[in-house]
């Protein structure tokens, strides 16, 4: 396992090594410090703005989801009433009603079988909600009686509802936007501080040994990451009869049936070396065109070396003649 100095990715880790740096510089004697005058000026100034910035932007986000949950729910409430309306106007038909001719359909938007406009979209729902209010005011301005149901004036006033929420959904997500980009801006500067710092941890550290410089460095907010080191294995490829070497052997480590993995080709000593971090059991696959393919179940292990030899199978061939059959 190698341990390497690995950059903070996320806010969190930002924060992280922004705070414990210092938490650290500020339990100490001031002599003992190891940022520069400048590094220590940024630092704080940027910690509590970065966090700052980090709630701020964590605020808008929160709160431009309740306002656009919100939008959503009212345009679904929007479909279902509206939706409900013209399926009235359509049993009113259906059952013949006075005052209920087949044609008044056209007014509320359907086709003249009853079939209700498409409601996939916001738009589109909006648009059904509005054939629905026209339909009615051009129907009772004919003769007819308001719908009691569902009214007119019901509909109206979640669309004008919806006005206004668009309205408030827009400014959640622009006052969101600014802080995305206010957190952007800042970030940057952190993570250019963040550099710098550790460049200044670095230096004071480099002469000491290998375990008390990793602890120093950590002390002071640097962060690490555990990589695996890879495997390797050493590979020999040979003929399973005549015990003669392989040249240009494809070789990959990973699933038989598969192609990811690890590759290489034998030498022109039948041998290869490949690395991998597959540390989960896996196979050796073997291929070469005068050769049937050769598998072999393997479990790595990190860091270890193996050698394994790959024997294969020369293909049979088979002579096809024109000589006519006795």
């Not at 410090?33 to 966090?51: E, R």
């Not at 550790?198 to 290998?210: L, T, Y």
């Not at 292990?301 to 193996?306: C, H, K, L, S, V």
């Amino acid at each position: 396992m190698t341990l390497y100095k690995q950059y903070p990715i996320s806010d969190g880790s930002r924060e992280s090594s922004l705070t414990n740096a210092i938490l650290r510089r500020d339990s100490g004697e001031p002599s003992a410090n190891v940022f520069t005058a400048k590094n220590n000026q940024l630092l704080d100034l940027h910690t509590p703005l970065f966090i700052q910035c980090k709630k701020e932007t964590r605020k808008a986000l929160a709160f431009f989801r309740k306002i656009n949950s919100n939008y959503s729910e009212l345009v679904e409430q929007i479909k279902n009433i509206s939706s409900h309306g013209l399926q009235i106007v359509n049993f009113k038909i259906i059952d013949k009603c006075e005052g209920w001719s087949r044609d008044l359909r056209v007014l509320y938007g359907m086709d003249l079988n009853g079939h209700l406009p498409a409601s996939g979209t916001e738009w589109q729902i909006v648009e059904m909600a509005q054939h629905f209010i026209s339909g009615e005011t051009a129907r009772v301005a004919q003769g007819g009686a308001p719908l009691a149901d569902v009214t007119k004036e019901e509909v109206k006033a979640l669309i004008d509802a919806l006005t206004i929420k668009r309205i408030n959904k827009q400014d959640a997500a622009e006052a969101l936007r600014k802080t995305q980009a206010t957190l952007k801006k800042e970030r940057h500067a952190v993570d250019k501080l963040i550099i710098s710092m550790w460049n200044d941890i670095e230096h004071v550290s480099q002469d000491m040994r290998k375990g008390s410089q990793y602890s120093f460095e950590k002390s002071w907010g640097m962060i690490f990451a555990n990589v695996p080191d890879p495997a390797t294995v050493n590979i020999r490829t040979e003929d399973e009869e005549t015990k003669e070497i392989i040249v240009g052997v494809k070789l990959r480590i990973g699933p038989p049936d598969g192609k990811g993995g690890t590759k290489g080709c034998s030498n022109d000593f039948g041998t290869a070396t490949l690395k991998s971090k597959n540390f989960k059991p896996t196979h050796i696959i073997a291929e070469h065109i005068q050769y049937e393919k050769a598998v072999r179940e393997i479990t790595l292990e990190e860091d270890e070396t193996i050698t394994v030899l790959m024997k294969m199978k020369k293909r049979t061939l088979i002579i096809l003649t024109n000589e006519p059959s006795a």
